[in-house]
């Protein structure tokens, strides 16, 4: 059973239907909440705190209407005051360059950032919640790095205020922009057991490999067009490189899984070794490359605690892949769970306002009362939940060579001494005797052994230059 989630029906369908819409269970009747308008400051005037503006401005009257409080933005701050703006402040709104003007403004009693970095914005979320003010952020590397720590201090802030209502910390935009994928995982799984998150979850990537596939453009064509169209920063490492994705699977697998991993230890490929030779393969092979991030619940080890594997990749997806066919800058998330089978959430990930649309979700389920569920699932005594830094999967590997006698049977030798089964061998017409390149794909194996026999191939004299490997993303899709 499939379960498709499109982000601009879901937040219009229900973003204010009920508890399930901002995190369950809610808590909204007898913490001694005011009709008195929420009075906000924004840190950050650019191109999502615009957005939000513009929404607000649009929807203020129905948003009250259906959280019974108004939102009222009392401040932005913004690093050049004078800098002229693409949207219009509402009327008795400050412009301030001051942080305190905000934090230590007792009358503004909710914060968004929406400025980026994690050095000042770190500074400003955590001043924000020991000062009593809700925090809602669209900050993916803040979450990424902080969030653990964030929990600490929202948890010691509301030991503190008893009797009063609790603060609390939003974060919905941070992953995937307008994908309600946070709001659904703390609240719309409770009662499962998530077994796999997987997606595309980064645009700027999603664009360029869709370009490559499907109007045959090389590497430095896409990522020239996606920098033209705003996709991709004038440095896109964090993109290309696969970090952007990594640092959203972490806040991801926290929310499925329990478990709290350093980056660094979540294996990472970016797309900057893919060359249109792997899409004319991958087209025989009946499917397309796209770059994910899978997060996989693995069976419990010898001693009974359960390990989950994550890698950030280009993966071959199959033609028949829900996967395959979203393209362009949209982002998917796919959740396998027991109760649900596979449920799926499609849409933009990034942009003025499908961004600016979760942060006002987020604002509005605050301004209503509703409290955040504690995380629905953990790794505590009763469910140790541990990291496992190896995953298995069928392998794509693309090798140079010059030609040159036994090749083949070398290449079976090194796989039979890493213990890597072959599946099968591709090879287009060789134009170049001296620089021709063949295909193997592997049965499922360890991502170690597949690493250990490309090394060994990387030492022989016929090959040219460092082997290229990828994961198959579904079992037995080749």
Same mark, same amino acid.
């Given at each position: ?76 701050? !913004?690093?050049?005051? #004078? ?218 080890? $010898? ?21 395959? $066919?979203? $393209? ?10 027991? #109760? ?11 942009? /003025? ?39 298995? #999967? ?14 083949? /049977? ?17 090879? $287009? ?7 021709? !390149? ?25 090959? /040219? ?14």
């Amino acid at each position: 059973m499939t379960a498709m989630y499109f982000a601009a029906a879901i937040v219009a369908a229900t973003a204010f239907r009920g508890a399930s819409a901002f995190g369950a269970p809610m808590m909204s009747a007898d913490l001694g909440l005011s009709t008195a308008p929420r009075r906000i400051g924004i840190f950050g005037g650019g191109t999502v705190g615009g957005g939000i503006v513009d929404i607000l401005a649009r929807k203020g009257d129905s948003l009250a209407a259906l959280s019974g409080r108004r939102m009222e933005i009392a401040k932005v701050c !913004v690093r050049d005051a #004078s800098k002229e703006r693409d949207y219009d402040l509402p009327e008795g709104c400050e412009v301030v360059t001051d942080y305190d003007s905000i934090l230590g403004d007792e009358s503004i009693d909710m914060v968004v950032e929406v400025m980026g970095g994690t050095t000042e914005a770190k500074d400003i979320v955590y001043a924000s919640l020991r000062a009593g003010k809700d925090v809602v952020t669209a900050n993916k590397a803040l979450i990424a790095a902080f969030l653990p720590e964030i929990d600490k201090i929202v948890a010691e802030t509301n030991a503190k205020r008893e009797g009063l209502p609790p603060v609390e910390f939003r974060y919905e935009a941070a992953v995937c922009g307008g994908i309600p994928i946070i709001r659904s995982l703390l609240s719309d799984f409770v009662g499962d057991d998530v077994k796999e998150i997987s997606g595309i979850i980064n645009g700027c990537t999603n664009y360029m490999l869709t370009s490559m596939d499907k109007n045959g453009w090389s590497y430095d064509d896409a990522l020239a067009k996606a920098a033209e169209l705003g996709y991709a920063e004038a440095d896109p490492t964090l993109d290309v490189g696969g970090f952007d994705a990594r640092s959203k699977l972490r806040i991801l697998m926290r929310l499925a899984f329990g478990l709290d991993v350093e980056e660094d230890q979540i294996s990472c490929k970016g797309i900057t070794e893919l060359t249109k030779i792997d899409f004319e393969y991958a087209r025989m092979l009946g499917g397309t490359i796209k770059l994910v991030g899978v997060a996989r619940a693995l069976d419990d080890g $010898n001693d009974g605690k359960g390990r989950v594997a994550a890698f950030v990749s280009p993966a071959y997806v199959s033609d028949d892949d829900s996967l395959a $066919n979203v $393209n362009f800058a949209t982002n998917a998330i796919e959740v396998v769970s027991t #109760s649900l089978g596979s449920s799926s959430f499609v849409g933009e990930g990034a942009g /003025r306002y499908p961004t600016a649309n979760s942060c006002v979700s987020d604002m509005t389920a605050l301004a209503r009362g509703d409290s955040t569920a504690p995380l629905p699932f953990g790794s505590g005594p009763d469910k140790p939940v541990q990291f496992a830094n190896d995953y298995e #999967s069928q392998f794509y590997l693309r090798l140079r060579y010059g030609d040159a006698l036994g090749i083949t /049977r070398e290449c079976g030798e090194i796989c039979e001494k890493c213990g890597v089964s072959i599946h099968s061998l591709l090879q $287009n017409p060789v134009r170049e005797r001296d620089d021709a !390149v063949f295909v193997l794909v592997t049965e499922s194996v360890p991502l170690s052994a597949i690493k250990q026999a490309t090394a060994m191939f990387e030492t022989r004299d016929w090959c /040219r230059g460092s082997v290229f490997f990828m994961p198959v993303l579904r079992e037995d899709a080749i």
